[in-house]
């Protein structure tokens, strides 16, 4: 079922002669949730038997349900991922005050989802009151929490859950906001309470952790797999690491301790489990860069976002990883490194590369730039490349075209052109648009943040045309009227997410796209041509949709403060949660 | 679908669905009598402003859902009462929030009549502000954007700066380190200022 896109309209005729025990039995393999939702439209019976069966929903937008609603369509769920503030947030756009606590949520959760065992928020403000409350009611039966770029809780709350939650097999907080960072008693509480974990991941909250205890949870924790810390000096880790036997995922430590003396910075023959095959190490620098050579060809994983390499830094080391399968790092990496990449790294499946430190003269590497000679090269050489994320300071058409002839896993495909060069090769780029979105023909997320004018009404024309299967779209200084907005809704039969920034249309044509994207659920936008009282908004309003005018912020003359739209499709009514800076659309009177 | 479940459940034993939403339509047509099944259009009005040179203004008074003129009869809210119930609670303090001049204002407990007499006010203006819309319209489309700049992921740029703040930190204060840390940090930080210096030249 899970071929073309135009094949999940099941009919009524697909139900009959298939008895019950054949259907449970197939159900029980269908895990996509694509694929669900076709089944549960077949007729009322298979929505019974796909209700009952669902273990796992998604929830994109917090907001979009209640609680009760989605218990009374899925009652046997186990597990759960809930998203709230806007993609927006994590770049520091959305106001603090926006909303997205996730009290209502965990108190339902707590109190009437029986089977529930895997808590994922995203995005969410979480209390100490929350987890307490979710404590109480899971503890016996929890095995999986994360506070995924969450905030509003302490490590008290971490505390509380060591303790209790004995079932607890993951723990993932990476880059929330915690407080009372320095207390890191939870962790000797989670050594000596917890046997089953085996992920535990707080990279990127600065919590801190001392070493003894990082060492006690190896000894102790003897299914420990996956291990993301925030910074510990790396010649304080060696217990850990040959206690943690099974470790297969790393990220933390630190090569950067300026309290510590010279000696302890001798990193020859340092020693890393032979499960080991992620790796992230912040602050490694050149010098200590060989620490991963004798390991090269084990890894699987290189983030090195968190390091400080030069270009050449970059090629040295990918020589030495031919296995890898996912590559992160920021643009320092380069032209030279990306091709490197191309030549050695031919399971390449994601790439992620990062905009560095562009403003700061000195720090990167003046030769760290990527542009199209890059892109060509990756996509002639890693065949296998389903996700890719980069930021370019120069694109042609030809590479975009070539994205499209070589890319043919791509399903996850963003590209973001820097504003470091005044000036770009070539523009308009729609001829490469179309020729990359007719070639990946796999493309469901697809994001084109470019520059006014290099992506045309005619480029916009084609995104709309080619765009079968994509679901969610992010486009930046994109098109040049409204007509081009217009044409791209005629098409995008999938659309559900849609994000703009920094795009020319006006508040009429964002509401006549909004009502034309037949799949659109929710919008996200800044930066438009406001009309002078905003009246043409209203004609997104309709019934089911929560359309939220966020006012820029009156004291602040930046240019995030811009007015920001965003709309969603909703059972759950109006969010009662508005902060004063948020207008709610209603149908008028 | 759970609205499904929902109806069944109301309709008890033995008593169809069909009779079920009959007697929910039968029930909703009773509470909105009156023929007031308008349709739900954004009404926008136009009024002369003091200061700018087209000011439009807009009432919209917030209405509580049940109030709603849409024939919403599925499949979400006309079958969940205890949603309802819920809307009813939030419903007691309508908002009338107004677009003018390109911002926007909100009022809390604005009641119905006095909306009623600011809509009047607005409509009754409509035509003697009617020519200006077109001018003003024109003149307010400066083909312009404010200048946004490519927001930056927080996670990575909150541990570039933590770096930064470091090596500045350090090289203000080098007699603190002790004599071999320091000869350790200079060489490292002159071999980030000048990255990649060895291989420049081979490349």
């Not at chain 2, 203000?172 to 980030?192: D, I, T, V």
Request: glycine fraction near 8%; include cysteine.
């Amino acid at each position: 079922m899970g071929g073309e896109a135009g094949d999940r309209r099941l009919g009524r005729v697909m139900s009959f002669g298939i008895p019950d025990v054949a259907l449970g039995l197939v159900m029980g393999f269908v895990e996509d949730p694509w694929d669900r939702d076709a089944i549960s439209l077949v007729c009322r019976h298979w929505c019974r038997v796909d209700a009952l069966s669902r273990k796992h929903v998604t929830v994109g937008m917090a907001y979009s349900i209640t609680p009760d609603r989605l218990l009374r369509r899925f009652p046997c769920l186990e597990s759960l991922k809930l998203k709230a503030k806007p993609r927006a947030a994590m770049f520091n756009l959305i106001p603090d005050d926006w909303g997205g606590s996730a009290s209502l949520w965990i108190r339902q959760l707590s109190a009437s989802f029986d089977f529930l065992k895997a808590l994922h928020l995203r995005r969410m403000i979480v209390s100490d009151d929350d987890v307490d409350v979710l404590v109480r009611a899971k503890a016996h039966m929890l095995a999986s929490l994360k506070l995924d770029r969450c905030s509003g809780f302490s490590t008290s709350s971490l505390a509380l859950l060591a303790r209790t939650c004995k079932k607890l097999e993951t723990l993932f907080l990476e880059d929330s906001s915690i407080a009372d960072k320095e207390n890191d008693e939870w962790l000797r509480e989670l050594a000596t309470n917890n046997s089953v974990i085996e992920t535990l991941n707080f990279f990127l909250t600065d919590l801190r952790a001392s070493p003894a205890y990082l060492t006690l949870l190896g000894r102790n924790c003897r299914r420990l797999k996956v291990l993301k810390i925030s910074e510990c000096f790396m010649p304080d880790l060696v217990d850990l690491f040959r206690t943690a036997e099974i470790l297969q995922d790393f990220a933390g430590g630190s090569f950067d301790d300026p309290g510590q003396d010279a000696e302890s910075r001798n990193y020859e023959n340092y020693y890393f489990p032979p499960s080991l095959h992620r790796l992230s190490l912040l602050y490694m620098g050149t010098n200590e860069m060989p620490v991963l050579f004798p390991y090269g060809a084990t890894l699987k994983k290189l983030d090195l976002q968190f390091a400080f390499l030069s270009t050449e830094d970059h090629c040295q080391l990918v020589q030495r990883c031919p296995n890898l399968e996912t590559l992160e790092a920021r643009d320092v990496i380069g032209d030279r490194g990306l091709q490197v990449v191309a030549q050695t790294c031919k399971k390449l499946q994601r790439l992620r590369v990062e905009r560095g430190d562009d403003d700061q003269g000195g720090l990167e590497d003046e030769h760290g730039m990527v542009t199209q000679v890059g892109l060509m090269a990756v996509a002639q050489g890693c065949p296998h490349l389903e996700y890719w994320a980069v930021h370019v300071t120069d694109i042609t058409n030809a590479a975009l075209e070539a994205i499209g002839t070589f890319s043919k896993s791509l399903n996850d495909f963003r590209l973001v052109l820097l504003d470091r060069e005044a000036n770009i090769t070539e523009s308009p780029l729609d001829n490469g648009v179309c020729s990359l979105l007719r070639g990946c023909t796999k493309l469901q997320r697809f994001a084109f943040y470019v520059r006014p004018g290099a992506l045309s009404d005619v480029g916009l024309g084609y995104v709309g045309e080619f765009s079968k299967k994509i679901r969610y779209m992010l486009l930046g200084n994109a098109g040049e009227s409204d007509q081009g907005l217009l044409q791209l809704s005629t098409g995008c039969p999938m659309l559900q997410k849609l994000e703009l920034r920094g795009c020319f249309f006006s508040e009429r044509a964002l509401a006549m796209a909004a009502l034309q994207l037949k799949s659109l659920r929710y919008l996200w936008v800044q930066g438009y041509k406001a009309s002078p009282n905003g009246t043409d908004l209203m004609a997104m309003v309709r019934p089911f949709w929560n359309i939220e005018f966020i006012a820029p912020k009156q004291d602040e003359p930046c240019p995030h403060g811009q007015a920001q739209v965003l709309a969603y499709y909703s059972l759950a009514g109006m969010r009662s949660d508005c902060p004063p800076s948020i207008t709610r659309l209603h149908p008028s009177i | 679908m759970a609205g499904d479940e929902q109806q069944a459940a109301a309709g008890g034993n033995g008593s169809s669905r069909f009779a079920v939403t009959c007697g929910l339509l039968r029930q909703y047509m009773k509470e909105h009598a009156g023929g007031r099944f308008l349709p739900a259009v954004p009404m926008s009005v136009v009024v002369p402003g003091a200061d700018d040179v087209v000011v439009g203004a807009a009432a919209v008074v917030e209405e509580a859902p049940e109030e709603r003129k849409t024939m919403e009869l599925f499949p979400q809210e006309a079958g969940t009462l205890k949603g309802s119930q819920e809307r009813k609670e939030t419903s007691k303090s309508p908002q009338l929030t107004i677009f003018y001049g390109g911002s926007v204002a909100v009022f809390d407990d604005f009641p119905a009549d006095k909306a009623d007499e600011l809509m009047k006010l607005v409509a009754g203006s409509f035509d003697s502000a009617a020519a200006e819309v077109d001018a003003g319209a024109a003149a307010a489309c400066h083909p312009s954007l404010p200048d946004m700049p490519i927001a930056r992921k927080v996670s990575l740029q909150r541990f570039l700066q933590k770096r930064k703040n470091r090596l500045v930190a350090t090289e203000s204060f080098p007699s603190a380190s002790p004599p071999e840390s320091e000869k350790e940090e200079s060489s490292k930080r002159a071999k980030k200022e000048g990255d990649g210096a060895p291989w420049l030249g081979a490349g």
